[in-house]
């Protein structure tokens, strides 16, 4: 039988299939997930800061794919890629920046993080 390591309540409407975890600052995995509020937004779950451990990044669009991985050669922190109905976006977590973003003209339903082996 399986025991939970820990238990958390959220308090939000997950969107299911829209979740990932990310170790934004290098080391530390974070659990991310897209809310069903009335703003689209994804919280970020950061268990290591206890004085910050939920934080936010508010998408004014529907939030249609969610991945985290690493995108710069040599650098440790994952970066957040969020796709939505008109957009994809580059979120660097740690420093709290946009990378890339590009409007596209079709909704992104799928994101795959791929790493080389």
């Known amino acids: 039988m399986a025991i939970p390591l820990f238990s958390l309540q959220l308090r939000h409407s997950i969107i299911p299939h829209l979740v990932t975890i990310g170790k934004y600052d290098g080391s530390h995995h974070c659990l991310t997930a897209a809310t ?19 934080s936010y990044l508010n998408i004014n669009q ?9 995108a710069i050669p040599n650098d440790e922190k994952d970066i957040l890629v969020v796709g939505t109905v ?5 979120y660097n977590v740690d420093l709290n920046s946009d990378l890339f ?3 596209v003209s ?4 799928n994101c ?6």
């Open 101 to 103: 973003f590009k409007e």
């Open 62 to 70: 529907k939030i249609t794919a969610l991945v985290a991985g690493k």
């Open 112 to 117: 795959t993080y791929l790493n080389r082996i």
């Open 36 to 54: 069903s509020e009335n703003k689209a937004r994804i919280l970020i779950h950061s268990p290591h800061r206890p004085e910050k451990d939920i």
């Open 106 to 109: 079709k909704s992104l339903r």
């Open 86 to 90: 008109g957009s994809v976006l580059a």
